[in-house]
Nanobody, 131 residues
Framework: VQLVESGGGVVQAGGSLRLSCAATGFSYDDYCIGWFRQAPGKEREGVAS????????EYASSVKGRFTISSDRAKNMVFLQMDNLRPEDTAVYYC?????????????????????????WGKGTQVTVSS
């Protein structure tokens, strides 16, 4: 499995960024792809997830309505469109993959406790939102 993120940067509050993840080496039907983030001094947290087998996406309450996860299976790409960004969205964003199942969704909701639900990670991309 290989996950490579791109698209991070610096943006003013209220602005938008689109993160991309080149995700290869696994079956999209068996795995979920998602985004986690970690701010300085804070624990890693789940942001958004997409499941192709169930055709559904999930979002953390803090980003719901502002972020949208999507994919292009033909190009093995997953995207995170981030709109109306806030300074508290500043973090390193990681693309992640895990088997589609209860452990993945537990990790998405509480990564600190259920970290084993994530099988693979990208190296991360920095997102900085200035006020």
């Amino acid at each position: 499995v290989q996950l490579v993120e791109s698209g991070g940067g610096v943006v003013q509050a209220g602005g938008s960024l689109r993160l991309s993840c080149a995700a290869t080496g696994f079956s999209y039907d068996d795995y979920c792809i998602g985004w986690f983030r970690q701010a300085p001094g804070k624990e890693r947290e789940g942001v958004a997830s997409i499941s192709h087998s169930e055709a559904k996406s999930e979002y953390a309450s803090s980003v719901k309505g502002r972020f949208t996860i999507s994919s292009d299976r033909a190009k093995n790409m997953v995207f995170l469109q981030m709109d109306n960004l806030r300074p508290e969205d500043t973090a390193v964003y990681y693309c992640a993959a895990g088997e589609d199942g209860v452990y993945w969704y537990q990790a998405l909701a509480n990564f600190t406790r259920y970290y084993y639900g994530v099988d693979d990670w990208g190296k991360g991309t920095q997102v900085t939102v200035s006020s």
